[in-house]
């Protein structure tokens, strides 16, 4: 299984992104998609994620500014991203904490990310 997320870029103060990930291959169970982001300097922090359920956790910093969704028939999940500022500047990775059969332990498969640029 490989992760593929996309739409990353540069964008002004205020704007918005919209990033999706698509996973190639089948999981045989999935716990949670989630996005996650690193900033130079700084350790991979939680953006969003959303359980099989549909629940979804947001860190405080973009609560009310992101919202995460997937489409279980696309094997995608999104992150749009609105009223970006500098803080938000970060590559932004996508995450899948699942199994790939009923024999596999479930662990996190990672994208390789894509850079978010938030600058004037």
């Known amino acids: 299984v490989q992760l593929q997320a996309s739409g990353g870029g540069l964008v002004q103060p205020g704007g918005s992104l919209s990033l999706s990930c698509v996973a190639s291959g089948m999981f045989f169970s999935i716990n949670s998609r989630g996005w996650y982001r690193q900033s130079p300097g700084k350790q991979r922090e939680l953006v969003a994620t959303?359980?099989?359920?549909?629940?979804?956790n947001y860190a405080d910093s973009v609560k009310g500014r992101f919202t995460i969704s997937r489409d279980i028939a696309k094997n995608t999940v999104y992150l749009q991203m609105n009223s970006l500022n500098a803080e938000d500047t970060a590559v932004y990775y996508c995450n899948v904490r699942g199994a790939t059969s009923r024999f596999s332990n479930t662990r996190d498969y990672w994208g390789k990310g894509t850079q978010v640029t938030v600058s004037s």
């Open positions: 959303i359980t099989s359920g549909g629940s979804t």
